[in-house]
Each structure stands twice: as C-alpha cells, then as structure tokens.
C-alpha cells in the first residue's frame, strides 16, 4: 500500500515564529487532507488539497503531486496551534481508501 | 447546525462484554467511516459504508461489527473477539460515494476496557 511520511515528528516553537510541515508520499495520490487534532482529540479539516497552494489565514499549503509531498505552513505560531498534525491520502482509484500518515506533534510555547 | 456526533464521548467496558459507539451525521453525505486511533499513532480504517445497507471492511476489522440501516446512522460494535479494544475511536463522512472525497470528523468515543 502506499507510504505516508510525515516529518520532523515533533517540533517546539516560541510563540511568533513560523514552520513548515512535511508529507512526502509513495504513490500518485487524488486526495490528500491536512488535519489538525486538537487536545481533545477532535480532527479539524485544514486543507483539501491533492494539488496546488491554497491559503488559509496564517496557514497555508502547498502540495505538489508530481514530486510526491506536500507542505504545510504556520505563520506568526499562537498556542492554540500546539496538537498534532496528520496528513492523509488515497492513491488515484475510485475506491482508494485514506492512509494517514502518524502525525507530526506540534508544541508551541508562549 | 450541520455536523457529526458521536457518543458517547468516553466509554468502559469490563472484558467479554460487547459494546456500540454511536455515530450520527446531518450532512447527508453518502458515504461513513470508523477509524481507531492509538497512542502515538495514525488513524486506521475498520469499516466504511458507501450507501445504505452496505458496508465494506477495512483494514482492522476482525473483532468489529457495523450496520447501515439508515443514511445518517453507521454504529460500531465493539464485540468480546476484539483482543485490544481500548483505544479511541472517530467516525467520518463523506460526500459522495467516492473513497477519496474529502472526510469530515466527529468529535471521538475513548473506549477503556478494564
């Protein structure tokens, strides 16, 4: 099946700063979703992004399919975007399943 | 107020008993999805239901059971045969009937065995 990757696994911030998030993948991909999971355990839908740049606020992402990876990038950090991070996707195929990467735990510190 | 709920939000179960997490959704999307999550972990898929009276498994299915009787309710049942249940557990939708659609979560059940 496919491979998900996600790096680095985890990262510290001071509050302010700016990082960038990793999914590299294994195969052709026609979805591919950024989530952020909160402290209590809900999945907030980031992006939906299987190609392109799409902007959201401080975050935005990039993905681009033909190399395999995609990016994800948090501007001026607040603590409230401390969680962890997953990427996810499904190979091209009308029923490919999604396989989450493991995450990459983001701390950030005030 | 569209979304997805699940309940209930925590859960213990004493060995050898079975148990159902419910999952409701008002979205009308299609397609349903449980997921289980470990410590530390990515999230796994056990079963997904495309349409109504279907439902296919997924990859960690021994132990699980699922019903789609209606288009917004996919309950899971935990049953005695699941060696490891304690864990959390998060259901999903869809629209369409596509597995690559974008997914939606509800907010979790935390199930404990003790």
């Known amino acids: 099946g496919i491979q998900v990757e996600q790096s680095p696994p985890d990262l510290i911030l001071q509050e302010g700063a700016n990082s960038t998030l990793r999914c590299n993948f294994s195969d052709s991909v026609n979805n591919l979703q950024w989530f952020h999971q909160n402290p209590w355990g809900q999945l907030i839908n980031l992006f939906y992004?299987?190609?392109g740049t799409k902007q959201n606020g401080r975050l935005s992402a990039t993905t681009v399919a033909t190399e395999r990876y995609s990016l994800l990038y948090i501007s001026s950090s607040q603590t409230t975007d401390s969680g962890v991070y997953f990427c996810?996707?499904?190979?091209?195929?009308?029923?490919?399943?999604?396989?989450f990467g493991k995450g990459i735990t983001l701390s950030v510190r005030p | 107020d569209g979304g997805i709920t699940q309940s209930p939000k925590y859960l213990f179960r004493k060995e050898g008993q079975n148990v159902t997490l419910s999952c409701e959704q008002n979205l009308n999307h299609d397609a349903m999805y449980w997921y289980r999550q470990d410590p530390g972990q990515g999230l796994r898929l056990i079963y997904y239901?495309?349409?109504?009276?279907?439902?296919q498994k997924g990859d960690i299915a021994e132990g699980y059971s699922v019903s789609r009787e209606k288009k917004e309710s996919f309950p899971l049942t935990v049953t005695s045969a699941q060696k490891n249940p304690t864990a959390f557990y998060l259901c999903?939708?869809?629209?369409?009937?596509?597995?690559?659609?974008?997914?939606?979560f509800g907010p979790g059940t935390r199930l404990t065995v003790l």
């Open positions: 996810a996707v499904a190979i091209t195929g009308a029923n490919s399943k999604l396989t």
């Open positions: 992004i299987p190609s």
């Open positions: 999903a939708s869809s629209m369409g009937r596509f597995l690559y659609n974008e997914q939606f």
């Open positions: 239901s495309q349409i109504v009276n279907d439902f």
